[in-house]
Every structure is written in C-alpha cells, then in structure tokens.
Nanobody, 122 residues
Framework: QVQLVESGGGLVQAGDSLRLSCTASGRTFSSYVMGWFRQAPGKEREFVAAISGSGTNNYYTNSLKGRFTISRDNAKNTVYLQMNSLKPEDTAVYYC???????????????WGQGTQVTVSS
C-alpha cells in the first residue's frame, strides 16, 4: 500500500522561504517520478514541479522556475520542494504525487498525499 505524507507547510510572510517534504512508503521509491502540485481556493490543481526517479531530470512550471526547486533523497524515500521568495499568490494546498500515468505535468498521478497548507501573508 502506497502512502505519501507531506510536511513543512505553514504561515509565512512574503519573501520568506519554506521547504516542503514528502515521504513515501510502499514501493521502490527510486523507480518513480515524483511531482508537486498545488491548489488554491476556487482554482484547479496545477502542476508545480516533477523529478525523475534518479533525480537527474527536473521539470518546472515556467512561472515558478527560479524560485522553487525540487529535489529528492532516495535513501530517505523523500522528495522536497524548496520555495524561496514566497508571494501571497503562492498560497495553496500543496500535494505530492507519485507515478504519473501520463505526462508529468498532468494531475493524472496514481498516488497522492493528503496535502499541506502554505499560506503567505503580505
């Protein structure tokens, strides 16, 4: 049984940084692409970043490239999302996901975490 558990969210001020973590269990972690998505109130879930199983290849939504960094530690079964220079519009529930059934930027991943709230005040 696959389980993804996110942590690291919270309330911060604009300009601050946060690092989200997502720890996986139940499968060989290094075999799967991992992704981060976010969903703001009243909006659709949107792609943030993804990383290949080995960590060699990273993918970002263009608007966040340069502020957000995805990484993974396969020895710890954990994927990270480092978020810098946070803005109020980054406020959302952030979800990690494993194993896309289609393209990495589509929310059609097989497994999802429960989400962690990030709130950025101005």
């Amino acid at each position: 049984q696959v389980q993804l558990v996110e942590s690291g969210g919270g309330l911060v001020q604009a300009g601050d940084s946060l690092r989200l973590s997502c720890t996986a269990s139940g499968r060989t972690f290094s075999s799967y692409v991992m992704g981060w998505f976010r969903q703001a109130p009243g909006k659709e879930r949107e792609f943030v970043a993804a990383i290949s199983g080995s960590g060699t290849n990273n993918y970002y939504t263009n608007s966040l490239k340069g502020r957000f960094t995805i990484s993974r530690d396969n020895a710890k079964n954990t994927v990270y999302l480092q978020m810098n220079s946070l803005k109020p519009e980054d406020t959302a529930v952030y979800y990690c996901a494993q194993d896309p059934s289609g393209s990495y930027y589509s929310p059609a991943y097989r497994y999802w975490g429960q989400g962690t709230q990030v709130t950025v005040s101005s």
